[in-house]
């Protein structure tokens, strides 16, 4: 079949022109970015081949299927659409696969199915904007029990991107059915439709899944009896010919199930009940039952996505199923989306300061549909000449806004008919709500009262739309409004004996909320039911209808949240926050100080910025508490990146730490970062604050975490701080019920069970001769020499000996390892692996290293990076651990983040470095760590340097040195930058009045080892003079200066070491320094602060003598980078003068000797 496919390949090809062979290998090779195909010489191969060669390459590269694919997309792009054609004619089960390819690309091309959409929405390619998704690992099966704690703790929770959703898991097995589930409105189907699209364009999934069909819950909810062939040949009419074809490969086959929640059946079926075989008709929830279950085509692979509540129903259907969440957008998504929606630049800004301004609004822009009807609104204001001004404080309240924007568009009144059609509205969907089909027809619509013409205003505005792929078929372009609008029947409600038949069906309110007490789910219907009693929104449902509200249901709906505080009061753990939520809507403060009265404990899960939103409303109106058992969810601890989550964190905690009533707040398993820890840390501080007893997973908390509490308890020493030991079988989402304090806990202490982490600062002074440390591991006995086995590609071997913590200074790489082991280190370029589209949203922020070791053996690996954390201010959540394997780039939360390392505990390994997850926009306020390298070339009279200014990444230093070195350039060794600088930031380059300096402007930028380096040159043509060199920003503003001296340039003269850096003139002199140095405590108090803390400082100034404190301070320089040592060099220059320049000047004379010449003249090129 292969070389079928090769002779019929070898033939299209050779019909093409010279310049359509060209542009044809051009769109093969933009298709295999990424793939080993295009690795080394294989690149040139594909370049150079001709029209017989070009199809070997294709043919050995894909099967049969995928060739036909990506060729005949190629043609496309090119034009050729005779050749396409005649190639489908030739064979037609590939004609008739394409013709199925090409209905999905139009179908799912737009947002939403609806033909009410189509003037709206447009093409999903330009319309869609990336969400937040949360993978959620499954802890591995075969963990130890004595690790089991840890695994637990650790926060496995990882942000990916769609292209990653069946991505391997650690043990490298891919999941065969991933459920992606989240909130109402979140952006569920808009992301499987934008799946369907991008692998009908052939960018998703194309290596794994030959071919995908989509189910939509909603119109399978219309369709009784069929085979599975049945059902998906209503996408492909022509499915019966290759039918045979496509079954027989199950595990090319991948289902899409959207909107299950909304689903009509239970699907209890026993396995007997199921089908087998995908030709027998049955009713299609066995048909469904029976996929779900894996009855029918085991080895296919499923997508479905779901709302919380259906979450409990698919846990007793699935097999081992990976969860993603959605999270929504970010807040710079949100402004993407809004230029997108806006597109003239005056509307966007205007709608942009509207929405930052309102902490409530751009909260409810993170929910996709809610931003969607937020900007819909400010666009009516704008488009009628009036300033946008819309702050609603409630969901219920923007729901019923964007229902008066388009009920006035005309300018209009309210009037009997716009009522009576509202009526017909909230009737249809109370019914549908009741009946749970969410689809119905122009009967049901008539029968309503509801206009069925293709201009009525429902469809119009959105609210319904109609499905193109069923006949007469209607639904709510969304189950919110769908619920919003049987909210507002209810509080609408007639008399029974006045009702219309055609609302029968529909039970009454009693019978509503008791069904929400009995499923102890999250139903959006309730909070509109009391977003609805809001006296403002009262006000503006009177102003759209002839009636006023129903006092009887208002009665019913106040009297039910009194009984149902008074429920919540008798639970053990009471869980109150879905009446939060209702309480909210209503935003009555006298009815919720009547609820929150029966609350003398309360337990509260917060998973989003809405959840925490709610409880500061509620428990700031709640007098009576005492106890509070908090949990913040990993997905809330992932957005503490936010402005506005962290406000909100702290305006709760203020709230409970001034409640006199609150005597113990316990945060059992809780995922709190740095951040949320001291803002924690601070509140409890605070002089109201009468807190008697904080329980803690005290083996959760950092080093700085636990400095926060301490700080705490010399403030507050009558508090209790008690150490929860967790249950080791608990779940993220559900937190254990009880605690256990850790026995030997007491008040002013922490207590730990965890091992103390071996750290750069544990190392003592025998240990740190760093005469012998260079291009070496420090170990826990010592120097461990380090292998240079391959030169040309730069890897490294080192043999650790024992168990223990290894750190190699040059790099800054650290492995924590459990027994002897074996390391090989290979420096690796980022150019390799990241493509120009994935440098939009991912900023190099550290070197990129290939590590090969034995599986198990290295408990934690610390990463070099060159970001300033700022004191603790930046956002460490933008850390990702990077992992380059065959299947592309993985990504993993680094366990800790410190001011030069990120730590990767358990990990595994590849190429790997850390990235950071910003819009390339962005890259310009990310503070970073510079280097500035200096090289200089001797003449006979006169001096070339080469000045660069790089970040602090050991392997672009590495390679400047060898390609400085081919040309006899030798490097001068000087203070860098200690200022953070900016990526993409621009300096001006000054000095000496007799320079020669071209380009006199450089970019601070990251360009891979191996690219070309940006750098000055400056010429001098009197080599005696002394060189002032300088790097100032365009507004004058100085951030780096050095002096280039005549020794400076004899110490040149030593030839670059091969490893990645020099050895420091701090560590080289490192004897002389200790032995000779007098005003140790001036020297102290310079690197205060910035270079040393406060405990550290003070364990310098314990020692007795001048030596034992300087030797106590090169205890630990064990963990500073080059910046530190230089500003340690300039201190000692000015402190101790004499001595720095005798030992300079004997130095200099020891390494000229080598030179065999008399004068600093001679020529540096004589050296090789």
């Excluded at 070791?853 to 850390?879: A, E, N, R």
Aim: hydrophobic share 35%; proline share 4%.
């Amino acid at each position: 079949m292969a070389v079928n496919t090769r002779q019929r390949l070898v033939q299209y090809l050779g019909e093409l022109k010279e310049e359509e062979l060209k542009t044809f290998k051009l769109l093969l090779k933009n298709h295999l970015v990424g793939k080993e195909f295009l690795k080394g010489k294989h690149q040139n191969r594909l370049e150079k081949a001709g029209h017989t060669k070009v199809a070997s390459i294709i043919v050995n590269l894909f099967d049969e299927q995928r060739v036909w694919d990506v060729v005949i997309r190629i043609w496309e792009k090119m034009g050729l659409k005779e050749m396409c054609e005649k190639a489908k004619a030739e064979d037609p089960l590939m004609g008739n696969r394409r013709k199925y390819i090409n209905r999905m690309r139009e179908k799912f091309s737009l947002a939403w199915d609806g033909s009410s959409c189509l003037k709206n929405l447009g093409d999903l390619h330009k319309e869609f904007i990336p969400f937040l998704l949360l993978c959620k690992s499954r802890e591995p099966e075969n963990i130890s029990m004595e690790n089991r704690h840890n695994s637990v703790m650790t926060k496995q929770a990882h942000v990916i991107d769609m292209t990653a959703l069946f991505g391997p898991d650690k043990r490298k097995h891919g999941p065969q059915t991933v459920v992606l589930h989240g909130a109402s409105g979140i952006g569920k189907t808009i992301l499987t439709r934008k799946i369907m699209l991008d692998w009908a364009e052939g960018d998703l999934f194309q290596d794994r899944f030959q071919n995908v069909f989509y189910l939509n819950c909603r119109t399978l909810n219309l369709t009784l009896e069929m085979s599975l062939a049945d059902l998906i040949s209503k996408d492909w009419p022509d499915l019966q010919e290759p039918i045979e074809a496509i079954m027989s490969k199950p595990k090319a086959l991948l289902f899409i199930i959207d909107g299950f929640d909304e689903l009509k059946w239970s699907l209890e079926e026993t396995e007997s009940e199921l089908c087998q075989h995908w030709k027998e008709k049955q009713p299609v929830s066995i048909l469904l039952g029976s996929l779900l279950r894996k009855t029918m085509f085991p080895k296919s692979s499923l997508l479905i996505t779901t709302q919380t509540s259906g979450m409990g129903m698919l846990k007793s259907l699935l097999d081992n199923p990976h969860y993603v969440e959605i999270l929504g957008f970010t807040e710079a998504n949100i402004e993407t989306y809004i230029f997108k929606f806006f597109k003239n630049e005056a509307k966007v800004l205007k709608a942009l300061s509207v929405i930052k301004a309102n902490d409530t609004l751009l909260n409810m822009c993170s929910v996709p549909l809610e931003c969607w009807i937020v900007c819909t609104c400010l666009k009516q204001h704008m488009e009628r000449g009036e300033e946008p001004m819309l702050i609603p404080q409630t969901t219920t309240a923007l729901y019923l806004s964007y229902l008066s924007f388009g009920l006035s568009n005309d300018g209009s009144s309210p009037s009997q008919h716009h009522d009576t059609q509202l009526r017909g509205l909230c009737s249809l969907a109370a019914e549908e709500f009741w009946g749970g089909k969410f689809t119905f027809d122009g009967d049901d619509l008539k029968r309503h009262g509801l206009d069925v013409s293709d201009d009525s205003a429902f469809l119009g505005m959105y609210i319904l739309e109609k499905k193109n792929d069923y006949k007469n078929c209607y639904s709510f372009i969304h189950r919110g409004f769908l619920e919003f609008f049987a909210a507002m029947f209810y509080v609408l409600e007639e008399e029974k004996e006045r009702r219309d038949d055609s609302v029968s069906a529909v039970r009454g309110i009693k019978e509503l909320l008791e069904q929400y007490r009995e499923s102890g789910t999250e139903v959006f219907i309730l909070r509109f039911l009391f977003g609805l009693l809001n006296e403002e929104t009262v006000r503006e449902v009177e102003r759209n209808f002839t009636r006023p509200i129903s006092e009887r249901v208002k009665a019913e709906l106040l009297q039910w949240m009194i009984a149902e505080s008074n429920i919540q009061r008798t639970m053990l753990h009471p869980d109150p926050l879905e009446m939060f939520h209702c309480l909210y809507e209503i935003q009555k403060e006298a009815l919720v100080k009547q609820a929150m009265e029966y609350f003398p404990r309360i337990r509260l899960s917060l998973h989003t910025q809405k959840d925490v939103l709610v409880s500061i409303f509620c428990i700031k109106l709640c007098y009576s508490m005492e106890r509070m058992q908090l949990h913040v969810s990993q997905t809330l601890a992932l957005i503490y990146s936010s402005p506005l989550i962290l406000s909100q964190w702290q305006e709760l905690i203020s709230i409970l730490s001034n409640k006199q009533s609150l005597k113990e707040l316990e945060l059992s398993g809780s995922f709190l970062d740095d951040r949320s820890m001291k803002i924690l840390c601070k509140e409890l501080r605070h002089p109201n604050c009468k807190l008697q007893t904080l329980r803690l997973n005290v083996a959760e908390l950092n080093k700085d975490m636990k400095k926060e509490v301490e700080a705490l308890l010399k403030i507050k020493p009558s508090m209790e701080i008690l150490e929860i030991i967790p249950n080791v079988d608990m779940k993220e989402e559900e937190p254990h019920n009880s605690s256990q304090e850790h026995p030997k806990s007491r008040p002013g202490e922490i207590a730990t069970r965890t091992k103390p982490e071996v750290t750069f600062d544990r190392l003592n002074d025998e240990q740190l001769d760093l005469e012998r440390c260079h291009n070496k591991f420090l170990g826990p006995n010592g120097p461990v020499k380090l292998e240079l086995t391959d030169k040309n590609r730069n890897i490294y071997r080192v043999h650790l000996p024992m168990a223990g913590f290894y750190h190699w200074p040059d790099t800054g790489l650290g492995f924590s390892v459990r027994s002897e082991v074996t390391v090989d280190i290979e420096f690796g370029t980022w150019n390799q692996h990241l493509d120009w589209t994935q440098k939009q949203s991912w900023m190099i922020a550290g070197p990129l290293f290939h590590i090969r070791v034995d599986p198990g053996v290295v408990t934690s690996v610390h990463l070099p990076h060159f970001v300033s954390l700022q004191g603790g201010k930046f956002d460490v959540s933008l850390f990702k651990i990077a992992h380059f394997k065959e299947e592309g780039m993985v990504l993993e939360n680094p366990t800790r983040v410190q001011s030069s390392h990120a730590i990767l505990e358990n990990p595994s390994f590849s190429s790997m470095g850390i990235l950071l997850r910003i819009m390339h926009s962005t890259f310009k306020f990310i503070p970073i760590y510079s280097t500035t390298l200096i090289y200089c070339h001797l003449g006979a009279e006169d001096i070339t340097l080469h000045l660069y200014l790089i970040p602090s990444d050991c392997t672009i230093k590495k390679a400047i040195d060898e390609e400085e070195a081919k040309f006899h350039f030798l490097r001068v060794h000087k203070p860098s930058p200690v200022t953070p600088l900016y990526i993409g930031s621009r300096f001006l380059v000054s000095g000496s009045k007799h320079l020669e300096i071209m380009p006199a402007e450089l970019e601070l930028c990251y360009q891979s080892a191996g690219e070309c380096q940006f750098f000055s040159e400056i010429y001098s043509s009197n080599v005696k003079e002394k060189i002032s060199l300088d790097l100032r920003h365009p507004n004058g503003t100085l951030v780096w200066e050095t002096l280039v001296r005549l020794g400076d340039l004899g110490l040149a003269c030593a030839p670059v070491s091969s490893a990645p850096t020099g050895l420091h003139f701090v560590d080289q002199h490192r004897d002389q320094i200790i032995s000779r140095v007098t005003s140790v405590d001036t020297i102290l108090d310079k690197l205060y602060s910035q270079f040393l803390s406060n405990e550290e400082y003070e364990h310098v100034r314990a020692e007795k003598t001048n030596p034992d404190k300087m030797r106590r301070l090169f205890s630990f320089s064990i963990s500073w980078d080059r910046n530190y040592r230089d500003h340690l060099y300039e201190v000692l220059k000015e402190t101790h003068p004499h001595l720095m320049n005798e030992i300079q000047n004997t130095e200099k004379e020891s390494v000229r000797k080598p030179l065999g010449a008399n004068n600093i003249a001679t020529s540096p090129h004589k050296l090789n």
